[in-house]
């Protein structure tokens, strides 16, 4: 079937392209774009529209697998189909060291069943050093399992996986020994090492350095991920001069970011380990719960330490990042958008549901940033970091994965107590030339496949 999309204005970065032209889609590719209108089965027409690749998100977690064996996958709060809605198209799971499942066996998965959007992974360092025996997040590994663990994230990548997730933060166990022989498995495909540093705010820089130096040491491609949750705090503009620096001295580095000044972690994570009051220079009522019985209000130290104690896995949101900050991230040239979406079943942060549009409208329409530049840092850069040949780009022959929005009404709706709505805005999603979502409703939810390096 030949799907013809014409009048919309193109805005392509990967091509360095933004002009009115019409695309023609045949057999999951972009078969031609033209200034014609060849004939189609069928045409969308997109006048006053603004017609991109389908967004990429870098840094997001997957959904779970469930007990029958397929992919956690409930219309309304899957994550994945939240991803399709704000038109993202191509998603990179296993983030922050975690891997919901063996992340090839997740690809096999998601190639068995289809997925909402099409899904990359990372290989989550911390769920192969919980594979190798060693449960205990706060000390060092042994050779033996060091040696188990290179070996089965030698097979990971070999799988397909793009490269190396690391959760310094939250496996303080981890050494420079650890992470250099973990990583030291990406050298023979090249393949980019991400990482949730060791800490954030006042100890940001020292994190940085850490994890920044195994891969000038090892000449590998890194990620830092979600830099505002983690240099938000009055430390972007020093963070963001270190990370020229090691640039400019041949690290390939790059960072990414969400556009929402607060976090979300759960209550039991080692964020809120001894001494984060200091760290944030905050007090206990800076978090709000976002499940349970204490879900919408903020924390006490009474309800800090009940909910720590019983419920560790209850999700936060925590208001401690500063908007300046964030701005000033999304200033940077080498800084990409990534949602870092994590949701537990419908409960968690609205960036899963609406970081791409919110870029839109809450950055491109004030006039902080250009729409190309915000095009470019949800597509062309994270294609271009994960080598992603076909996507993040509409020439002939890229993949036909594509978004068409407005760009006067593009927004976000998801908030902390709704986190799942989908945005306004989005007009048409396609997925390998497919129609996959229109107007924030999905009309197919199983289009996605396999993104493998
Ligand atoms: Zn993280």
Redesign the pocket.
């Known amino acids: 079937m030949k799907t013809l999309i014409k009048n919309g204005l193109v805005i392509d970065p990967c091509n360095r392209v933004q002009a009115r032209l019409n695309l023609l889609l045949e057999d999951g590719r972009v078969a031609l774009v033209t200034r014609q209108e060849p004939p189609a089965d069928q045409v969308v027409d997109a006048a006053g529209r603004v017609v991109t690749p389908g967004f990429i998100d870098i ?1 997001m977690h997957e959904d779970p697998v469930a007990p029958d064996g397929r992919l956690v996958n409930t219309e309304e709060t899957a994550i994945f189909n939240c991803m399709l809605r704000m038109g993202v198209t191509t998603a990179i799971g296993g ?2 060291g975690i891997s919901q499942y063996d992340p090839v066996a997740y690809l096999d998965l998601v190639d068995r069943y289809g997925a909402a959007v099409n899904v990359g992974m990372l290989a989550g360092e911390a769920f192969f050093r919980e594979r190798a025996g060693h449960d205990d997040k706060y000390t060092p590994v042994t050779e033996d399992e060091l040696a188990a663990m290179e070996r089965e994230l030698a097979q990971a990548l070999e799988g397909g996986c793009l490269g190396v997730s690391y ?1 310094i ?2 496996s303080p166990g981890i050494d420079r020994r650890e992470l250099e022989r973990t990583a030291a498995v990406c050298r023979r495909q090249d393949k980019l090492i991400a990482a ?1 540093l060791r800490s954030d705010a006042g100890e940001i820089m020292d994190a940085a350095r850490e994890f920044l130096d195994v891969g000038r040491d090892l000449g590998l491609p890194v990620q830092v ?2 830099i505002g ?1 983690m240099a938000g705090f009055g430390q972007m503009e020093e963070f963001l001069q270190l990370v020229d620096e090691y640039h400019m001295n041949g690290l390939r580095v790059s960072c990414d970011c969400y556009p929402y000044y607060a976090f979300s ?1 759960a209550l039991g994570s080692t964020t809120y380990d001894e001494g984060w009051l200091e760290r944030y220079h905050c007090d206990y009522d800076v978090i709000e719960l976002s499940q349970g019985k204490y879900k919408g209000r903020r924390c006490t130290k009474e309800i800090f330490d009940e909910v720590r104690r019983d419920e560790p896995e209850c999700l936060t949101v925590c208001y401690v990042m500063k908007e300046s900050d964030v701005d000033l991230a999304f200033s940077h040239p080498d800084v990409m958008l990534a949602s ?1 979406g994590i949701m537990n079943y419908g409960q968690g942060h609205p960036r899963a549901a609406g970081s791409f549009p919110r870029l839109l409208s809450e950055f491109v329409r004030p006039g902080k940033m250009a729409l190309y530049d915000a095009i470019a840092r949800m597509t062309a850069m994270p294609a271009e970091k994960l080598r992603l040949a076909q996507k993040g780009r509409l020439n002939a022959g890229a993949d036909a994965d594509l978004v068409i929005f407005d760009p006067e009404r593009v927004a976000d709706q998801a908030t902390f107590e709704e986190p799942t709505l989908p945005p306004v805005g989005i007009d048409y999603v396609f997925l390998g030339g497919r129609l996959a979502a229109r107007d924030g409703k999905i009309v197919q939810g199983d289009l996605g496949r396999s993104v493998r390096g």
Do not use: E, F, L, P
């Open positions: 840094h983030q922050c959760g933060r939250y949730h991920s979600h949750s972690t870092d």
